[in-house]
């Protein structure tokens, strides 16, 4: 098992040149440009703090000072927590690397193979999965339950992925009250409000629309949770082609207004609450007019954001991992390395949708967990590198074997093969008589075996029983 | 006995060191030499077999055991009566005439030989009657013929032909990354194995 928070920045598509001129261009877009605002309090809170504001276009105009004054105040390292277990939390920041689910889907591809609509039933089961695969540090919730009214849905969405896995949790939010509850409810499990806010298990998103606008629910949703001083991600998806330049440059540039104008507005809310530059830089298939999410383009771009992100020494919320095809299939295994793999060697920090996520996002799939989980595994072991010491130099133990012989009954090789190689849990990597013997299963089928076998058998730490009476008499909504 | 069940376990920790000190120490407290050996040495390795059957070992630690096990049975060599370790079976193995590969081989004769097989090894690219040389010499139980390279095929064709034809009493098995039970069985060979362990389990059928 490689645990997160392995650092690298192995790969740098942008000059130190780049990113100051990408900085830049950012700068003079959100000084002249700004951004749109559709709730009156925040407009009021910038026009307090020095924004320019024009209140008959509901626009917000940030200088460079206040911009940076804001990066200033901003955490550079946000911890999100595991619930009662520290081995998990998640230290975001810097160039360290971690890979968990994405949301939100409305269809899941279950063991039948056939897609049907989300229940809240498949939060619970995707969380306690997840719970149970090394290599996914997270719980971003992935699905909506379809067939639960709107007003209870928040609180079931975290209730049932809180009380199946103790990993860090974040999700979005679908109705406004829904933010007071949800952190009612987790407050009750911490021991207090003043416990959560110390020790923050689960964390919370708020999109930014791009280009460049703040819908009012939304704006209210950060501004509370930065106001309790909950960790929170903005989730900006600029959409190269469509809704930002066609240009990876030119989408970066609005993409880092877009992350930097949600750090912002934490700030001016509440100075040093923890927030996320958040990245989900995308394109549109000009020619299908599709949204794509598991393009090439993306994953170049996703690791561009991690260096701007590091520049302005920023914890960051990224994207990887992810994938348009509709089942697990070679197209999600190509798409999913590449979107994962770039991201992770410029030292994205929180790489989520990296789980479970088919069909741009529309569909996740049981499979598709295992599958990614050994993705991820093999991800990490390459943001781990090479380590180079006079022990794995090895010249003494090549000198010692000599020319024509072999390495296999060395004592270094027994020491260090479990931990210097990656062994996947759904690859076919015997000879074709081993596999034949085996049954000729494909990945899917083998990674549906690895997941039927973790939801039978493995049991996470549940909501303590008297904590659980008391959340359901606070919410008889919850399922 | 906490003494045999402590070098057990070093045995199959592999750590060749700690069995050497073990075994010295268990002679010097009079612990018979056959329980050293049966209880010691050879149940670690009963034990060895099942988990790398099961993957919880790899075969680099499997090594490291036969390997632990050896260096311990050298010590009370000199003081074994006849019947103390028994042998599962005699193995001449090789790699084919033109074929200077030899990992795969090897492998398995490691194996052959951390599972209580004997094995005489000839090495790399050998012709047909250094095979017929060694069987008459030896007089193996089972011949293992190897082959990594496509083009070296029909030299093992002709070795096993050649074996057959001398009516040996001996098994010729085959293997190689070319090799499969379809050609084994074309050529007249007594068995193949796809890999290492699966050679283990095709030697001890042959034997049983």
Same mark, same amino acid.
């Given at each position: ?149 709107? +007003? ?105 207004? +877009? ?221 | ?19 050497? +000190? ?38 680099? +630690? ?147």
């Amino acid at each position: 098992m490689l645990k997160g928070g392995i650092e690298s920045n192995a790969l740098k598509f942008l000059t130190d040149e780049d990113i100051k001129k990408i900085h830049q261009a950012s700068m003079t877009v959100l000084a002249e440009a700004g951004v749109e605002i559709h709730e009156r309090a925040a407009l009021d809170l910038c026009a307090e703090k020095g924004a320019r504001v024009d209140y008959d276009r509901n626009r917000a105009c940030f200088n460079e000072d206040l911009v940076m004054q804001a990066v200033e105040t901003a955490p550079s390292t946000v911890t999100i927590y595991g619930r009662g277990d520290d081995s998990r939390n998640i230290t975001l920041g810097g160039t360290k690397v971690y890979m968990g689910t994405g949301g939100t889907a409305l269809n899941v591809i279950d063991f039948d193979r056939k897609r049907r609509k989300t229940t809240v039933e498949d939060i619970a089961k995707t969380a306690r999965l997840i719970n149970g695969l090394d290599n996914i540090h997270f719980f971003v919730i992935p699905c909506y339950p379809n067939e639960l009214d709107t +007003e209870v849905v928040d609180v079931n969405r975290f209730y049932h992925s809180i009380n199946n896995t103790t990993k860090p949790i974040m999700g979005g939010l679908f109705t406004e009250d829904g933010v007071d509850r949800v952190i009612n409810m987790a407050a009750e499990i911490a021991g207090g409000l003043d416990k959560l806010v110390e020790r923050p298990f689960i964390s919370f998103i708020s999109s930014i629309l791009s280009p460049l606008k703040f819908d009012d629910v939304r704006t209210r949703m950060l501004m509370k949770i930065s106001k309790a001083g909950l960790p929170v991600a903005t989730s900006c998806a600029p959409l190269a082609g469509a809704t930002s330049p066609v240009t990876l440059a030119g989408t970066l540039v609005q993409l880092n207004a +877009e992350a930097l104008s949600g750090v912002v507005l934490s700030q001016l809310v509440h100075p040093g609450a923890p927030i996320l530059y958040s990245a989900v830089p995308t394109i549109m298939d000009m020619q299908t007019m599709s949204f794509l999410f598991g393009s090439v383009e993306s994953g170049i771009m996703n690791a561009a954001a991690a260096q701007m992100a590091q520049f302005y020494k920023l914890p960051l919320y990224s994207t990887g991992g992810i994938s348009d095809s509709k089942q697990p299939d070679q197209q999600a295994g190509y798409e999913k390395v590449l979107t994962a793999l770039m991201p992770a060697l410029a030292g994205a920090n929180f790489i989520h949708e990296a789980a479970g996520q088919l069909d741009s996002g529309m569909t996740i799939s049981y499979a598709q967990y295992v599958i990614d989980n050994d993705i991820n595994g093999q991800v990490m072991r390459a943001v781990r590198g090479i380590e180079v010491d006079e022990y794995t130099l090895a010249a003494e133990v090549i000198t010692k074997v000599g020319p024509g012989g072999n390495f296999l009954a060395e004592k270094q090789t027994a020491k260090k093969m479990r931990t210097e190689f990656y062994y996947p849990k759904v690859s076919n990597r015997t000879n074709y008589a081993g596999w034949e013997q085996a049954g000729c299963k494909d990945t899917w089928t083998l990674a549906e075996e690895v997941a039927r076998q973790i939801l039978e058998n493995h049991t996470p730490d549940s909501i303590p029983e008297e904590i659980d009476k008391k959340i359901r008499e606070m919410e008889p909504g919850i399922k | 006995m906490e003494l045999i069940l402590k070098l057990r376990e070093q045995v199959i920790e592999g750590e060749e060191e700690q069995v050497v +000190e073990l075994v010295k120490e268990a002679l010097d407290r009079g612990i018979d030499v056959g329980t050293i050996v049966q209880d010691g040495l050879i149940e670690a390795m009963n034990i060895v077999g099942p988990k790398m059957a099961s993957g919880e070992l790899f075969i680099p +630690e499997v090594l490291r055991c036969a390997e632990a096990m050896k260096e311990g049975l050298e010590i009370v060599k000199p003081m074994l009566k006849a019947g103390d370790v028994k042998s599962k079976g005699k193995v001449v193995i090789g790699t084919v005439k033109g074929d200077l590969h030899d990992i795969g081989k090897n492998l398995v004769a490691m194996m052959l030989e951390s599972s209580g097989f004997e094995v005489i090894d000839l090495g790399i690219s050998q012709p047909e009657e250094n095979f017929i040389r060694a069987v008459e010499e030896h007089n193996p139980d089972i011949v293992g013929v190897s082959a990594l390279l496509t083009t070296t095929l029909p030299a093992m064709r002709d070795t096993v032909k050649v074996l057959k034809e001398k009516g040996i009493s001996a098994k010729v098995i085959v293997g190689g990354a070319p090799v499969d039970e379809d050609f084994a069985r074309e050529i007249g060979a007594d068995g193949y194995a796809f890999d290492g362990a699966e050679a283990v389990l095709l030697a001890k059928k042959l034997m049983a």
